[in-house]
């Protein structure tokens, strides 16, 4: 059955063509999928390896270090010091980590999202963003830049299957390990966001700081059939990055991770250069959307590594239609549109 599947390195060898950058995406792609077998493997291992899911540290600003965090940064930095990769920024790092200098690319990365799930035997997964370093630019600042730039892009998802969601910006494909030779095969092509599925994925227990702009969203989703989207909407959480895109990126759905008026929470809580900015191409190239609540996330300029940003991806109909009630609160009033009893209300 596997071998009916292109496998990974077929794949890209045939998009490479030859060509000096894309062979060198292409070997940094399959260092990165090296790696993520190798943490697959002791992720599956579970309860059988003590000290998993311990917490061995603050990794700042309110997030939590697991030890597995601290190993899966050291496989895939390992993994990519073999790769013409010239710096690596992690999640797990302070500031860019050297690997090569004068090597064409540099790489972003969460090593291990959803680490707080670990225990729990809930998806969680390896975020990935491939970036051009141009000749004389420092390497922080090739990190920073803004996500249109990106080679390619990626998740891994650690879960029932371990699959390998990615772009080098000709669509968005699904790559999934095969159990008989845990090589990763290509199992679905040109992936396209459904944008009729009446689902949304919010954290609903931070409702109460939510903008004005979000709640109003909330508000008409929650009405159902009875208010102005005419249709009932299912909720859907898992408090896994990965495993939200995924799900999203299969059957469709709308993600909101909006900044709050929480103390750390106002830009919201996930990372731009590593998580957002890479999950953005993702969902562009399957024909969706992806902004900070208006601001198209790839369009986004980096100051820092480990900048936080509101998210929200999705269909693009959706994502815009999310735009125009922030848009209306920007006024400083909210929007006739969205009132209790506003144009949208029957």
Known sequence: MASEHATLAEYLKNWSGGDETRDAVSI??????????????????????????????????????????????????????????????????????????????????????????????????????????????????????????????????????????????????????????????????NLKISPDKAEYAINASNARHWPNAVKAYMRDLHAGKDGPREKDFNMRWVGSLVAEAYRILIRGGIFLYPGDSRKGYEQGRLRLVYEAIPIALLVSEAGGSATDGLRPILEIKPDNLHQRVPLVFGPTAEVERISRYNEAQSGGEASPLFSERGLLRS
Do not use: C, W
């Not at 999640?91 to 990365?109: F, H, R, W, Y």
């Open 28 to 189: 940094a792609l399959l260092a990165l999928a090296e790696a993520s077998g190798r943490l697959s493997a002791l992720i599956a291992e579970g309860p059988f390896v003590r000290g998993l899911g311990e917490t061995v540290g603050d990794g700042g600003g309110g997030d939590i270090k697991k030890f597995l965090d601290v190993e899966s940064h050291k496989m895939f930095k390992d993994a990519l010091a073999k790769a013409p990769v010239a710096a690596l920024g992690s999640e797990e790092a302070d500031d860019a980590e050297i690997l090569n200098e004068g090597a064409p690319l540099v790489v972003a990365i969460d090593p291990l999202d959803g680490s707080s799930n670990i225990n729990t035997n809930v998806s969680i997964g390896t975020i990935f963003s491939v970036l051009p370093a141009p000749p004389g630019m420092d390497m922080n600042s090739a990190l920073l830049q803004a996500g249109n730039t990106q080679l390619a892009s990626g998740f891994f998802v650690y879960g029932p299957q371990t699959t390998l969601v990615v772009t080098v910006r000709e669509g968005t494909h699904i790559f999934t390990m095969a159990p008989d030779d845990r090589v990763f095969r290509l199992t679905q092509r």
